[in-house]
């Protein structure tokens, strides 16, 4: 296994590239005020970039590309774990894309995760990224089990999962107050994914916000959609959830999934 160890003062763009064929991990650690972006290409299996931006920037990075080729199918395993936090103003901005699958057995790749809190006070991220030959998860259980995004002050939120261009579901949240935001588990199988479940752990998908604003969430999917609030979906399902509040809004399980 082969390990690469940077820490980051103030500002800094880096750009990793693994190929070879042993493990490498790399750790990025930053602690400051500027800019951190972060750009890394797991041979051509997945890419991720990460950018923070603020006036206090605190924060770690660990990539891994596995180099282990499983069944011999020509996919390695990739893995993203990152926690970053702002204060007194800033941004966080976060996307990791598969980019690669065994395809006769499970088809294609081109799934996405996407990301962005900015705030005029403070906001957190803590999120985990795993993909193979034959899926992407954001298995977030045990790296950070609540409470994985996070905002205060005026704010503006959003993420996305999307594992083609019809199946996939979004938040988005823009308030002047305290966000917590919890989206435990993420995966797919195939076309189908779940959003707010999965990865074989208990469901664990909610939000809290104390202050006044907007919550919006969609999902799509071409055949079914289902939400675990017991609504059902057939045939190029479009669901949205849209609220305005003025002193607060909580949404105890927003989870669902479609195919």
């Known amino acids: 296994m082969k390990w690469r160890y ?26 400051g005020s500027g800019v951190v972006n972060v750009k890394w290409n797991s041979d051509d299996d997945a890419k991720m970039t990460f950018y923070t931006g603020g006036n206090e920037i605190k924060g ?14 020509g996919v390695d395993t990739s893995d993203v774990k990152v926690s970053a936090k702002v204060k007194n103003g800033g941004e966080i901005e976060y996307w990791f894309k598969r980019t690669d699958s065994y395809k006769p057995m499970y088809g294609g790749a081109g799934q996405e995760v996407y990301t962005y809190i900015g705030s005029d006070n403070k ?7 795993w993909s193979n030959y034959a899926q992407y998860r954001s298995c977030n259980y045990g790296w950070q089990n609540d409470n994985q995004i996070v905002a205060k002050g005026d704010h503006y939120i959003y993420h996305s999962f999307y594992v083609n261009k019809n199946n996939g579901a979004s938040i988005e949240i823009g308030a002047d107050g305290k966000t917590e935001l919890t989206i435990m588990n993420e995966d797919h199988w195939g076309k189908s994914f779940k959003f707010g479940k999965g990865c074989g752990c208990y469901t664990n998908a909610k939000v809290t916000i104390d202050g006044s604003g907007f919550f919006n969430q969609v999902a799509t999917a071409k055949h079914h959609l289902e939400t675990d609030t017991g609504i059902e979906i ?10 305005e509040f003025a002193d607060g ?3 105890g399980n927003f989870a669902l999934e479609g195919s």
């Open 6 to 31: 940077i820490l980051v003062g103030v500002v800094a763009i880096l750009f990793f590239a693994t190929a070879g064929a042993s493990a490498t991990t790399t750790k990025v650690k930053w602690d």
């Open 60 to 73: 770690r990075i660990i990539m891994e590309d596995m180099n282990d080729n499983p069944y011999g199918y």
């Open 123 to 129: 906001a957190k991220f803590k999120w985990h990224s």
């Open 234 to 243: 057939d045939g190029n399902a479009y669901y949205q959830v849209y609220a």
């Open 249 to 251: 809004f909580h949404f």
